[in-house]
């Protein structure tokens, strides 16, 4: 909590962490078993894919280890080991790519906050576009820790003699992104 941004001690005191996916493109692989795992009809091409986890200070503190493309969002979430690390009442930040993930998340103790859902011929409350607001100031923030991360080169294109390296690879861009000046800036009069 001491090193929690007033924004989120405002608005999201509970939150454990910050979630969302991304993807790096891989050479086509060899077996139709690969090609069909690492497919991601998402990006229209063959591609890794991994769940990044950042804390309300801008760590990363979580990265799971390379699914393939295919993977959905919940599959990835769950199976990254992911929901065993959280305690009761944690709170997960995570956009809309994520709303079936949500009874596993409290199944693990914690609770899945996402801006609301658009309904077909209804328009969201003002309480509920202010929610929306706030929700999406937070979570962005994962977003430019993902975009530190894309700053090497392994996240523009991984070549199939990499992808049996890739995970610890992938663990040592975030520490050395987690090196970095401090992703959130806090000031010292807030």
Not at 76 to 96: C, F, H, M, N
Not at 132 to 153: D, L, N, P, T
Not at 164 to 178: P, W, Y
Request: net charge positive.
């Amino acid at each position: 909590m001491a090193r929690m941004p007033p924004c989120f001690k405002m608005c999201h005191p509970k939150t454990r962490c910050i979630i969302d996916a991304t993807e790096i493109e891989t050479e086509v692989p060899s077996t139709q078993h690969r090609r069909i795992m690492f497919w991601s009809n998402y990006k229209g091409r063959h591609t890794v894919k991994i769940l990044v986890a950042i804390a309300p200070s801008g760590e990363i503190t979580f990265i799971s280890k390379a699914f393939g493309g295919r993977i959905t969002d919940t599959e990835l979430t769950v199976q990254s080991g992911l929901l065993s690390l959280l305690e009761p009442g944690d709170e997960i930040l995570a956009d809309k790519g994520f709303p079936h993930v949500e009874s596993k998340i409290i199944e693990a103790g914690g609770v899945l906050v996402m801006p609301p859902f658009f309904r077909a011929n209804r328009q969201f409350t003002p309480e509920q576009n202010d929610e929306g607001y706030k929700i999406a100031a937070s979570r962005i923030h994962v977003e430019r820790a993902i975009a530190r991360m894309k700053y090497f080169q392994v996240f523009h294109f991984v070549h199939t003699p990499m992808l049996k390296h890739i995970d610890k690879i992938l663990v040592l861009i975030s520490f050395v992104t987690n090196l970095r000046n401090d992703l959130i800036k806090v000031h010292e009069d807030d």
